[in-house]
């Protein structure tokens, strides 16, 4: 019989073009979802049962949305998404998603039993029917007239120019949004023609799209990054409640992030992202900005500096790029956020799935291709906000991020010599550095993560008390539940210990023996910081029979080093150096072997801790290099 050949060409992120490797059947048990997984809290999912449901399903962090109910509703679901939590045993991040520059159309609404607040008058919309967007918010909302809240509209809009007006949170799946054409602008009106016919219901956005197709010619509109009922409920919700983020909607540039930075820090909101320790009162405050314009991709890189994550809004901003642009934009904006380690998250993947239990074929690509581009989370809006299948979303929308990554993962498992492989068959540990240390809690996870390993990386979190007044509080938990955004951390809380010892690793390393996530013989690399600002990096092993850790001995690191192309000489090929070698510098130098490549080992030798200052690590050759 003919074997078969098979090329050894790299292609993409497999090992070879042989397509059996991609059609076997998914692992079900033990497995790491790298990709975090957002919701949207709304009248779909903010019982207790049904938030409980999607945390064990995998939901990672809750999204408050602002732009709609009143601040008594959004303190009812973080009631209830604490309960859920409690009842899980599951983390869950907390996001405050901010009204922002949003324009609406005003119009009556009622209150449910619930207390959300609805609109129960549709709007039928012919296509060639002409419209009217006036600044006369006296007048009622009908077919003909759509009274707008920004009384500058008339200023911002040409004849010729497109307006979209949809259904907050509308999707191609459905009719409640159209296209306007505009026709002409007198001073309060703007005269329009409706491009289809459309089914108008719940609360209805105006977006103006960018008429220009390259550059940026519309007139922007002069509204504040933060409206008044964002500030009232940041503070009332933030007071209450840890926070853990607070999303910026229709960010325009670095400005936007400091002006929130500056607010949240006037509400002593700083403890939402960093508390304890002396730095904690000018620590950032937790800010992604939500890119929803063309005007934000210009000021895109200064955006990224200045915020601590980046959502990538791809309704609005798919309406202010052209389509066929689209798809680059996504993968530019992804790339940028990972070689500057700041988290990305997608919006609008699995629209289909607010009327269907099953995404299509498109949606569950499009997911599978930002995973691969290196995105770190996908956000659900509509699907979880109102849709019919919450969990279903979750559970059938989230299954394409695992085979997106698995095949990279198993192309580095191939035989190799132990020291090369040991990156793909080790599991990271990253430790909590001493309450004391000037440092913010979860930067030696991020700083790992953003190199994008192959392996889990399991971050130990261990809370602290902390004074308040005549009362001690538990300080801490911030940092497991801020991880939850990252792809690839898997944060667990510790119980409360004065120092990150052996018996800390020991207790993690049984853990991830628990779970699956290692097994017998497997290498676990241990990542801490100590209290000197530096940075410890320990290689233990799981024993054969897997019932806990063993040292690596001195002699098994050097063989490893060996293998991988170091020169190491033998102790007595010490003693014959040359004199002036060895008695040159100082006396801990002197009976030090000589590497080949001497980063390979830093700063320890045989089975001791491998230490680097932070200051080595930001200076080093791979600092500048990309997250892949």
């Not at 049904?50 to 009143?70: F, H, N, Q, S």
């Not at 400091?258 to 800010?287: N, Q």
């Not at 980046?310 to 642009?325: A, F, H, Q, T, Y």
């Amino acid at each position: 019989m003919v074997q078969r050949h098979i090329t050894r060409a790299k292609c993409h992120f497999f090992k070879d073009d042989d397509l059996s490797q991609v059609l076997h059947e998914l692992p079900t048990k033990n497995t790491v979802a790298k990709t975090k997984i957002a919701i949207t809290v709304g009248p779909a999912c903010q019982t207790v049962e049904k938030l409980a449901e999607l945390l064990e399903a995998g939901v990672t962090c809750a999204r408050i949305d602002l732009t709609w109910a009143p601040i008594e509703y959004h303190r009812t679901s973080l009631i209830n998404l604490h309960e859920a939590m409690r009842q899980t045993k599951r983390l869950c991040a907390v996001m405050l998603d901010c009204l922002g520059r949003e324009l609406m159309i005003k119009r009556k609404y009622g209150v449910d039993e619930n207390g959300w607040p609805g609109i129960f008058e549709q709007l039928h919309i012919k296509q060639g029917q002409r419209v009217t967007i006036t600044t006369d918010t006296s007048l009622d909302c009908t077919n003909e007239v759509l009274p707008i809240t920004y009384p500058k509209f008339p200023a911002m809009c040409e004849p010729g120019d497109q307006i979209f007006l949809g259904r907050y949170l509308a999707t191609g799946a459905d009719d409640s949004s159209v296209f306007l054409k505009v026709e002409e602008v007198s001073g309060t009106d703007v005269v329009c023609t409706a491009g289809a016919d459309a089914v108008l219901d719940g609360l209805l956005m105006v977006f103006h799209l960018e008429r220009s197709g390259e550059s940026l010619s519309n007139l922007q509109n002069d509204l504040p990054a933060l409206t008044d009922f964002d500030k009232q409920a940041i503070a009332a919700l933030c007071n209450e409640f840890e926070v853990d983020f607070v999303s910026l909607s229709y960010c325009r540039s670095a400005d936007d992030v400091h002006e929130c930075r500056d607010f949240l820090s006037s509400i002593r909101a700083d403890h939402t992202k960093a508390s304890g320790g002396p730095c904690a009162a000018s620590s950032p405050a937790p800010i992604i900005a939500k890119c929803e314009t063309r005007q934000s991709l210009f000021n895109f890189r200064t955006l990224v500096d200045a915020a601590d994550a980046i959502i990538i809004s791809r309704g609005n901003l798919g309406l202010d790029v052209v389509p066929e642009k689209m798809a680059m934009v996504q993968k530019a904006m992804i790339s940028t956020c990972a070689i500057l380690g700041k988290p990305s998250i997608i919006t609008r993947v699995v629209d289909t799935m607010i009327r269907t239990p099953r995404p299509t074929r498109a949606e569950a690509t499009d997911i599978a291709n930002a995973v691969l581009d290196g995105v770190d989370a996908i956000m659900l809006g509509a699907e979880t906000y109102r849709g019919n299948y919450a969990l279903e979303t979750v559970t059938t929308g989230g299954r394409p991020c695992q085979p997106a990554w698995l095949p990279s993962c198993r192309a580095c498992r191939r035989p190799a010599q132990p020291a090369a492989s040991l990156p793909s068959h080790a599991t990271l540990l990253c430790l909590p550095s001493r309450p004391r240390a000037p440092l913010r809690a979860g930067t030696t996870a991020a700083m790992v993560a953003k190199y994008r390993p192959h392996m889990p990386i399991l971050t130990l979190v261990v809370p602290y008390l902390k004074r308040d007044g005549l009362k001690w509080k538990l300080e801490g938990r911030h940092a497991a539940r801020q991880a939850l955004l990252t792809s690839g951390l898997m944060p667990m809380l510790a119980a409360p210990t004065p120092s990150a010892g052996e018996s800390l690793i020991e207790e993690a390393v049984q853990l991830a023996l628990a779970h699956g996530w290692v097994d017998p013989n497997d290498h676990v690399v241990v990542v801490s910081r100590s209290q000197q600002d530096e940075v410890m990096i320990k290689i233990v092993s799981v024993d054969e029979h897997g019932a806990g850790i063993k040292r690596i001995r001195p002699k098994s690191l050097y063989d490893m080093l060996k293998a991988a192309g170091h020169c190491i000489p033998e102790d007595d090929e010490v003693d014959e150096l040359p004199l002036a070698a060895a008695s040159s510098g100082p006396p801990s130098a002197r009976s030090r072997p000589m590497l080949s490549h001497p980063s390979a080992v830093l700063h320890g030798r045989r089975n001791e801790a491998l230490v680097m200052s932070s200051a080595e690590m930001i200076s080093g050759p791979s600092a500048n290099g990309t997250s892949h």
